[in-house]
């Protein structure tokens, strides 16, 4: 049975003060319980001082990856995102497998399948992505599992459009890992990039490091996230989803292209049409960061794509 929070204590012993006086011994008697045994309650845990916008416990039924559960809520299941992580994939349908994948699984697997967790939403993100899953914190306890795929070198920071309320407490912790070459960062594992880089390119024939006009060739991405740059290369394709995000793609299958270039819905009106750009050698502008494992410059302002 769960303990009462300070909170609910408070409550209890201020209306000690007033039924005592009133009922005598059987409402002290009564109130004496409650302090002892405490309270269940569905949606709080005991030893929580939990934030108000936690929900749960929700059992894990199921773990696709590293950075996303199934949740059994209300009599189904739900599939569930971490917000502000992003892990190595794994090989699935839709996926190829990237160095340390299998081990940020595994990880999550071992931690919380079959384990009562809660969830905690944020108001700087949307309530869930193109996928339909819910954009959620998990909590292990008083674990903040999120931060602890970071910590342990399972995971990247990743912030998607905008920041997230643990940004900052996020960033430090993947620095933190960086410099003590946990998990993905170790030279003996990935040496901090996971991403797989194209078998075919057919545009270039050879995989330069550096062009001519001193911007990075994209198939040099995955060594310099985190670096504002320039990128070049020739355009595959053009691929808008059913939300309207605008991919520009180098490699025929992006799934195994070391490089992409995305512009967000909002963002789209301030570009021309970029149909036009299949087959054309383009120079994209902008920071290199990362999408479930794989390097990406978000294009906000047309001056960010030039064409070569």
Known sequence: MNRLNNRDKQLLIAALSQTTKRNGLIALTIILVLLVFGLSSPDRSDDQAFSQERTGPYEVVRVIDGDTIVISKQ??????????????????????????????????????????????????????DRYDRLLRYVYLGNTH????????????????????????????????????????????????STAIEAIDFKHTG???????????????????????????????????????????????????????????????????????????????DGRIDTYQGRPQIILREPDQLTLQ
Not at 80 to 88: E, K, N, Q, S
Request: a negative charge; aromatic letters at 12%.
């Open 75 to 128: 009599g189904s299941h739900e599939s569930v995102r971490l917000i502000g992580v992003d892990t190595p994939e794994v090989d699935g349908p839709y996926t190829q497998a990237e160095c340390f994948g299998d081990e940020a699984s595994e990880f999550t697997r071992s931690m919380l399948e079959s384990e009562l967790v809660w969830l905690e939403a944020d108001e700087s993100q949307d309530e869930r």
């Open 145 to 192: 599992f999120n931060k602890l795929l970071i910590d342990e070198g399972y995971a990247y920071e990743y912030t998607f459009r905008t920041a997230y309320r643990y940004q900052n407490e996020f960033n430090t912790a993947q620095s933190a890992a960086r410099e003590n070459s946990t998990g993905l960062w170790s030279e003996a594992t990935c040496a901090g």
């Open 206 to 284: 050879t995989k330069p490091t550096v062009t001519d006009d001193e911007c990075l060739h994209f198939s040099a991405a995955p060594d310099n996230i985190g670096s504002d740059t320039c990128v070049t290369g020739t355009v595959d394709h053009v691929f808008i989803s059913s939300t309207d995000t605008t991919f520009i793609n180098f490699c025929e299958d992006y799934r195994t292209c070391p490089f992409t270039s995305v512009i967000f819905t909002n963002d789209r009106a301030a570009f021309d049409d970029l149909s036009q750009l299949d087959g054309e050698a383009v120079r994209i």
